[in-house]
């Protein structure tokens, strides 16, 4: 994926969140990594990114 895929990825998923708003972000988030998820082949493959995500994330010291 070029930069250019990526910023334009990045704001559809931006202006999506504003369209279903703060109470529908967390379904949305959900339906999305779950379609992401699902073009994995195997769990491996996801379970890092998962990781990594946390680790960039405040839930790391949860």
């Given at each position: 994926m070029?930069?250019s895929?990526?910023?334009?990825?990045?704001?559809?998923?931006?202006?999506?969140?504003?369209?279903?708003?703060?109470?529908?972000?967390?379904?949305?988030l959900?339906?999305?990594?779950?379609?992401?998820?699902?073009?994995?082949?195997?769990?491996?493959?996801?379970l890092?990114?998962?990781?990594?995500?946390?680790?960039?994330s405040?839930?790391?010291?949860?």
């Amino acid at each position: 994926m070029t930069d250019s895929d990526l910023d334009q990825s990045y704001s559809a998923v931006c202006e999506a969140l504003t369209r279903v708003g703060e109470a529908g972000t967390p379904m949305f988030l959900s339906m999305l990594c779950l379609s992401l998820m699902s073009r994995f082949e195997r769990a491996d493959q996801v379970l890092p990114l998962i990781q990594n995500a946390l680790a960039q994330s405040d839930g790391a010291g949860r």
